[in-house]
């Protein structure tokens, strides 16, 4: 059978295990020989006791957990040639040719640079006798496919990402728990919740909590903001509602772009209408714990369909990325939902928040 490598990488979401666990699984069942990489390309790069063989038993009883269970790690090491030319070789030792990559889009550009340049990789190690010519034409071609693990829906091409609903899920329960202390003490809390350059657990998260403001970075808001968040959370107040609730994005700015602090928002609540204003930053809460059953059932989907991706693709095929569209697992073109990606941060880099929100498209 074909050699096959699950690895995560970038920072952790829930339902990567999920994903980790069909990945190993379906590779079993189809006939391959499956390999765990720990720590992310730091693993690929040193070798060893990193890269293991993976059976049935060890995905057992992961399909509920947080975070990875083959560790995750950013790996300065892989961005280098000589780095990569060490993770070649650890490959071609253990006839891996097939790699399911599992991480946001460093990783995923990570994964298509390596596949690229592959043949000229394995050219440098058999030229210096690093692997035999019998090693080298037995694994010449190296197939990729990515998943998206990220809490934060950031990705261009996807529906939703690997760990969104249950960051999701985080917020909720956080939000459901200050709003019952906020009423008993007519309190305003501002929440920080985690996403960058992305709002979408800011804006879900306040739709689901019927917040009365949200600062998210696709919609900075004009200068006015102050007066016009008093307004509102002083009409709220005047219509008898004991308590007001603001989410604010950690990536959010102003027009000027310009960020806004929950230190900022809290003075002009304070000086404004002299409310009794808390802030909660949630933190790292929000990617830990269990993933809920929508991750674990995305994870599930995804991982089946990238081994059944790579095992009917051509060898050297173009990296693919299995993406939710509609409810359906597909499959794409990698590079392109990379781009795309990369698209939307350099139009949010540049202020053009209205292009960033029309290359984003669905996702
Ligand atoms: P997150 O969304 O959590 O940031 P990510 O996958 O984008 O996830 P990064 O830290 O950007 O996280 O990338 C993870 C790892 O991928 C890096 O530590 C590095 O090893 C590898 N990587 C990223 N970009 C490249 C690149 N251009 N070339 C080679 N490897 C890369």
Redo the contacts with the bound molecule.
Sequence with gaps: GKGIAVFT???DSQGMNAAVRAVVRTAIYLGCKVYFIKE??QGMVDGGDNIVEADWSSVSSIIHMGGTIIGSA??MD??ERWGRLKAAENLVKRGITNLVAI?????L??AD?FRSEYSSLLDELESTGRITKDEREKNKYLNVCGLVG?IDNDFCGTDMTIGTASALRRIIEALDAISSTAYSHQRTFIMEVMGRQCGYLALLSAMASEADYVFIPEDPPKQNWPEKMCKKLKQERDMGKRLNIIILAEGAVDVEGQPITAEQIKKVVVDNLQQDTRITILGHVQRGGNSVAFDRVLGSRMGAEAVMALMEAEDGAPPCLISLEGNQAVRLPLMECVKQTKAVAEAMNSKNWAKAIELRGRS
């Design positions: 990488s970038g920072g992310g390309y950013r790996c892989f961005k991480g946001g889009d460093g990783t550009t990570g640079t990220s």
